[in-house]
């Protein structure tokens, strides 16, 4: 059993579905509501857990009736929590999602995931020292990706940078990335004034840009390949990237090839967008392997 490392944000996605969204001022009858657990990080531990690795989750959550929920859904999945915190005078992350005439809006509250600091996660080194493979992504503070970047680089653990949501990174931080997983709109910020072409021409076997329902995209060293995902009905796209960066750190971890790798987790995104919600598909290693 491969052991994977994630440290990063957890989080209550609190949904409304309604007619239409309200106007300044204006109250309105909503359809329905919901409570799912969802932030990237947890995302990501929940997903390479149904996959078979061992799981460890480095993150923290508010001292309230979300921070229990979401303890417990790692529970449930199989993930770790030594490294789960809950934090005193702070709320868990919350994600106020509303569904409305086809589209939706979104106000995230950070709360606890902004207490994953450096100084935090420094708690975990025996366990980030140890692993097979660190992830990490963005809903947690700058300096603490930099941090986590300086720290595998000195243990030779090998790190998954995802940087999503998107804000410019430090050259450095990119150097001690050993692979980086943006979707489309992500590499665009971050290789800002260079095409795109040039960007995976000049990080060979390590920027993997992911391309929705056509796949990946990567430079193998020679040239640049476009490995096709699987076609399926799609239903609810939400975590197709969080279950492809699971997936990807898991296939890696194993000692997979690159291109078999990506093929392994283009297979469990697809899997996952077949069902609603962002934990609500991700794949279990059976299914993954019973349909490559
Ligand atoms: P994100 O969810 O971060 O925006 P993408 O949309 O690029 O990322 O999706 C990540 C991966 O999920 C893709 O590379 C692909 O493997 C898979 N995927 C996403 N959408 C689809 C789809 N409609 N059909 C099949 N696979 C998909």
């Known amino acids: 059993m491969v052991k994977v490392t994630v440290i990063g944000s957890s989080s209550i996605d609190l949904v409304v579905t309604a007619e239409r969204r309200p106007d300044k001022g204006e109250t309105i009858l909503g359809e329905s509501f919901k409570t799912v657990p969802g932030g990237k990080g947890a995302n990501q531990a929940v997903a390479a857990a149904r996959l078979g690795a061992e799981v460890f989750m480095v993150g923290c959550v508010g001292e309230d009736g979300f921070g229990k929920e979401i303890l417990d859904n790692f529970k449930e999945n199989g993930v770790l929590t030594d490294y789960v915190e809950p934090v005193t005078h702070s709320e868990s992350g919350t994600a106020h999602i509303t569904l409305a005439e086809g589209d939706n809006s979104i106000i995230v509250v950070k709360g606890a995931n902004n ?118 009905e799609a239903v609810d796209t939400t975590g197709a990237g969080d279950t492809f960066n699971a997936a990807f750190a898991v296939a890696l971890a194993e000692g997979q090839g690159l291109k078999e790798a990506v093929r392994f987790a283009n297979r469990a995104a697809s899997l996952s967008v077949t069902k609603f919600g962002a934990q609500g598909g991700m794949p279990t290693r059976t299914e993954v392997e019973g349909s490559l």
């Open 115 to 232: 207490h994953v600091t450096p100084e935090f996660v420094g708690k975990a080194l025996d366990v980030i020292r140890t692993s097979d493979i660190v992830l990490i992504q963005q809903e947690i503070p700058e300096e603490t990706v930099e941090y986590v970047s300086e720290l595998c680089h000195a243990h030779h653990v090998p790190l998954l940078l995802n940087p999503a949501p998107s804000r410019p990174i430090s050259k450095d931080v990119i150097a001690k990335a050993a692979y980086l997983t943006p979707n489309e709109l992500e590499a665009a910020v971050l290789f800002q004034n260079k095409d795109i072409h040039e960007a995976l021409a000049e990080n060979p076997n390590k920027l993997f840009i992911t391309e929705g329902k056509n796949g990946v995209r990567y430079h193998d060293g020679e040239q640049e390949v476009l490995v096709p995902t699987y076609t399926v």
